[in-house]
């Protein structure tokens, strides 16, 4: 095993394939494609323990902007956090976020993460304190006709991103564009519907339509684009980011909450929800 963490930064071939293939038994994530079409930026780091060239644990960190309520500031974004299976317990996630913060706590910035149900107290240990986000939604009744699918390729998806308004104008990221495309890389792109000159994002889930984006270079009202989206059967729709819309419901998140390490203050407004798209 390395004596420190190295960076991805200093992977070989070797590193980087089996970093890929820890995200996938973990996570059923698929690295490869994205970081082929050469969207792995210096925008993020992993810090990894290895041994004998294989990565058995890692840790990591997306570098973005924060706007909220129209203050920017930069953050550190922590995700793929892993451990093989096997050695699970041996404080090895603990001893690479020792590295990571002596690394780079002299930058002042705050680090934020999606925590999942149970691992809260390991996250508490490494200086994170929980931010509770709710679950945006509407309740709808209506027979709006459905919407035309759209095929959007790679470069579509960045114009997307390049070109559109911020669609939750309380709470986005921008220099994020790298996770942007990760997402496209995860089959994002098979979820795009159009009406008049708007795009949307969004899956149906039984009774209820998940929305994650409303993508136009023109402000656009959210109440047109709830009519639209108010197909026959569906019940409720739910923001995966804060809209500027009047009556909008809150309910405890179904999707964990975020856990945020900084000196003072708050990362994220309350009541807000930070973009599904933004989270890496």
Not at 249 to 278: K, T, V
Request: proline share 5%.
């Amino acid at each position: 095993m390395a004596k420190r963490p190295i960076s991805n930064l200093e992977y070989s071939g070797e590193e980087f394939a089996s970093f890929f293939y820890l995200a996938d038994e973990m996570f059923g994530i698929d690295f490869g494609e994205w970081y082929m079409a050469g969207e792995w930026t210096d925008r993020y780091r992993c810090y990894s323990l290895t041994f004998y060239r294989n990565v058995i644990s890692n840790v990591g960190m997306s570098r973005m902007t924060i706007v909220a309520d129209g203050t920017a500031r930069e953050a550190y974004q922590i995700g793929t956090v892993m451990t093989d299976e096997d050695r699970q317990g041996q404080g090895l996630a603990t001893r690479i976020f020792k590295y990571l913060f002596k690394q780079h706590d002299a930058d002042a910035l705050p680090y934020f993460l999606a925590c999942n149900e149970g691992v809260e107290p390991f996250y508490k240990q490494q200086g994170f304190s929980v931010q509770l986000e709710p679950e945006l939604f509407v309740s709808v009744s209506g027979s709006a006709s459905p919407l035309e699918r759209v095929d959007v390729d790679a470069e579509q998806w960045r114009r997307f991103k390049l070109e559109s308004l911020p669609f939750s104008p309380r709470l986005y990221a921008t220099d994020d564009m790298h996770i942007w495309m990760f997402h496209y890389y995860q089959g994002m792109n098979e979820d795009v519907y159009r009406f008049d000159d708007v795009h949307v994002i969004y899956m149906i889930e039984r009774s209820r339509l998940n929305l994650y984006a409303v993508l136009s270079p023109r402000p656009v009202d959210m109440r047109d684009v709830v009519a639209r989206l108010s197909f026959e059967g569906i019940t409720e729709i739910v923001f995966k980011f804060t809209p500027n819309l009047d009556g909008v419901e809150q309910r405890p998140s179904r999707d964990g909450q975020w856990m945020i390490r900084m000196n003072e203050g708050q990362l994220f407004p309350e009541g807000c929800r930070f973009p599904y798209l933004s989270k890496a």
